[in-house]
């Protein structure tokens, strides 16, 4: 019996509320209430990674090999966070905030729910 059943991925990549570059708070779990910088989104995934005061980090041990010329210790890297924890920063009130998409002559264009603060789509997944 397997321990874990995998849902099957979606057929075409979900839209994110949250893209490269964006500011963003954590709602929930060990950095509630941190602040940082989105780096990189996996939309299929449902995942990002977060720089900054809220950035989680794994710690990994790897073993020293001369041949390849790796120093052995131990190494921490980023630690990916589900998009459901995070919301963006309204710059108006620097609080967090929900997000709507409008549509505009330019495009698609994210938009704060109570201050109506448009946020730029130059950095897209």
Request: charged share 35%; proline share 8%.
């Amino acid at each position: 019996m397997p321990s874990r059943l995998k849902k099957p991925r979606p057929d075409k990549i979900p839209k994110c509320h949250v893209h490269v570059g964006d500011k963003i708070i954590v709602r929930s779990g060990d950095a509630k209430g941190k602040t940082g910088t989105v780096i990189k989104v996996w939309p299929m995934k449902q995942r990002a990674l977060i720089e900054g005061e809220a950035s989680l980090y794994d710690t990994r041990h790897v073993r020293a090999n001369p041949q390849a010329n790796v120093e052995g210790g131990r190494i921490r890297r980023l630690k990916p966070i589900h998009l459901a924890k995070l919301a963006l920063v309204d710059p108006t009130t620097s609080k967090p905030t929900r997000v709507r998409r409008e549509r505009t002559d330019a495009g698609v264009v994210r938009v704060a729910v109570k201050s109506k603060h448009r946020f730029e789509n130059s950095a897209r997944p």
